[in-house]
Structure formats: C-alpha cells, structure tokens
C-alpha cells in the first residue's frame, strides 16, 4: 500500500469525480466547479476542494477546473492512464453480465478471459470470449501477469477461488459473490451484492 | 427518514452482520461472538458491539450472540423480515442478470417485474418474467404499490427512468447505470458501478 497518509475516505471519492468529470467530456465540456461537480455528486463544494488539494493544484478560484487536464490528472492519481486487464471466474449470469459490459472502456480496464469449472461452460462463447477451465486460471494469471480479478461464482466456492487468485498473484478482487473473503495484506478486496445496497435503504423506508 | 440519529455509517454496516450471520446459520451454527464475527468481516469487535448496542441488549458478554434470535432482530431493524417487490427497468445483459439472480432470496427481497422501452425485448422471456414495455412502468407501480427500484439501463437514459420511478412512487433506487442520478429528498439512491470499486483499487496497486 501506498505510505502517504491519505484517508481511503478521500480515495474512494476520487472515481465518483473522475466519472462526472467524464460525463462532462463527453457532453463536450470545458470547465467546471467545485460547485458544479457537487451537486451532481450530492457532496459539498468545500469537500470537493479540500479532497482534491491533497493531490495538488488543479483549478483557480474563480476560473473553475479546466475537465480534460483534472479526468488526466485523476487518472494518473488513480492508475487508471493505463489499461488494467481483468480475468473473470465464473461464467453463470453475472460472468456473462461482466464479460459483456461496455462500462469499462476508458475506465481503464479491460475483461482479458472468462474462466468456469463447469465443463459444460468451457469452451463457450460469451461475446468475443471463449470460457477457459478454471484449471488454467493460475497458469493463465501468471503467464498474463494480471493484477486485477472478479469473482462471479456462488458463495460456496469464493474463498477457493480467491484462495487460487492470491496464489497467481491476484492483487485486487471485485467480488461479486455474496459472502465476505479473507485475504492476506497488500491484496484488496471490494465487494457487490445488492441485497446489502438495498437493506441499506429499506431501513429507511416507511 | 426516520428521526432517530443514528448514523448512517452504523445503518451501512447492519447488512454485512446479517448476511455473515445468515451464513452461520446456513452452516448450521447457533451462537457466534462479535469476535468472530469481526474477524470474518474485518471489522473491529468493539465496533460491533457497538454498533449492535444502538439498537438494543442482543447478547451477553461471555455467552455471545444466540444467532436465529439475533438474524431476527437486525431483520426487523432494517424491516426485511417482509418481502419487498422490485421492479427492474432495463432488460439488458445486467437486467437479465439481475431478474434471474437467486440472492435476493432469503435477503428481504423479489424482482416482481422487467421493463424495457426496446420492442425487441418487450414480450420475450427472462426466467418466469415476460419482460413488459416501459409505456406500463408508471402505471404497473402505482397499481402494485412497489417501493423498489433497479435502474439497468444505459447511462443517457437513466435520469428520465428515476423521474419516472419518483413520479410513481418509488422510495429506493439501485442504480446500475453508471452515472450520478438526482431524486428528491426522501427518496433514497444506493450506487453499483464496478469501474468505481475497481478504480478504489488501483490506486493503492503498485
């Protein structure tokens, strides 16, 4: 992990950014504010501000942020000025979901391979992919030097395959399984499921 | 929202414990500790018992938590001991992923209907749905009195979808598109966009 000391608080917003700054590209704008940004986000001008100075000077009072040079500057604060490739191991629905997702171009990855142990998926096509056997998958990894994995099998098998993932080298897992996985320091794990996102509403609700 | 204070953070934690204990109990156990169970989430067991103290006296120190009773009491708190109807608009590959997802069960909640504004898919089959034309959405809501909503559509069309799902009634969204919505104050909006969680990530990846 990285030393300086900045809160993952801090971090964990700096996508949400990077992705109305995006948006704001692509409807061909130029400049934005702190303002701006915080309304379409939901979070204070001042939070904004205060978020984006520990990583420098990006905008001047007054004049706003110039969109194309902080999306390039959050990009490299993020990695993401690269091209992450992401094996995928399960190819049931949410495999096939992930494998065909266009939402990941210049977000900065890339699916490379879908992997199944279901014989009857291997060999498959799932858009421009053909399903591998999961008994590849650490050879595959390796071979491929891949960083970055996501986890689209039932609960009952996540932790092996995450098990097999930290032995290839895996460094960061998107886990999609709904069940909580252990993991060694220096490899992190995010999760999807959403019945969590929901409960986290229906409290709220009436 | 409810006029008592406690903070949202706690709230956002509720769902982790019950899906953990909820396996617990799929594994046939009958009482756990808020050791365990932090060392299966990664969080503190002082922040659990925390946590768990805002809502009440659900185990004892040295005997732990009784794990029916207590699946059971955070169900009521976050009012998933009722099933909840869901609608999904946006019969595409996360839609179709989503209608046919077996996690829901068990968890509070059933997509009770696809929508989609293509005619192309309106009429067609996704499990036991038949996906119905978004035309009917406002009206199918209204009639059904259903409070949940996913959003799985592509990001230029998603704002017009949550003004439609607002007008109807619709009280939490989960979005799927990959872009910032705005609602009125009351209606709650959960995010899941992977690039986001991936991009959480790299940053730390070295």
């Given at each position: ?5 900045i809160?993952?608080?801090?971090i ?10 995006q948006?704001?590209q ?20 001042a ?18 942020y ?9 990009s ?10 992401i ?35 291997v060999?498959?096509?799932?858009d421009a992919y053909?399903v ?75």
């Amino acid at each position: 992990m990285k030393s300086n000391a900045i809160p993952d608080i801090i971090i964990s917003r700096l996508p949400l950014y990077l992705r109305s700054l995006q948006r704001m590209q692509e409807e061909n704008r130029k400049v934005t504010s702190s303002q701006e940004l915080g309304e379409r986000l939901g979070i204070s001008a001042a939070q904004i501000r205060k978020d984006l100075s520990q990583f420098g000077e990006f905008g001047k009072q007054g004049t706003g942020y110039k969109i194309d040079y902080l999306i390039e500057q959050l990009s490299k604060i993020l990695q993401v000025d690269q091209e992450w490739d992401i094996v995928v191991v399960g190819a049931g629905d949410i495999g096939n979901a992930v494998a065909r997702y266009r939402g990941f171009r210049n977000r900065g990855f890339k699916v490379k391979m879908i992997f199944d142990n279901d014989q009857s998926r291997v060999g498959t096509e799932i858009d421009a992919y053909i399903v591998k056997d999961s008994k590849n998958l650490i050879s595959y990894i390796v071979d491929n030097n891949i960083k970055i994995a996501m986890i689209a099998v039932p609960a009952s098998h996540a932790q092996e395959v995450a098990n097999q993932l930290v032995e290839a080298g895996i460094k960061a897992i998107l886990n999609y399984a709904p069940i909580n996985i252990t993991v060694p320091d220096g490899v992190f794990v995010q999760y999807i499921d959403p019945s969590i996102h929901l409960q986290r509403m229906t409290y709220y609700l009436d």
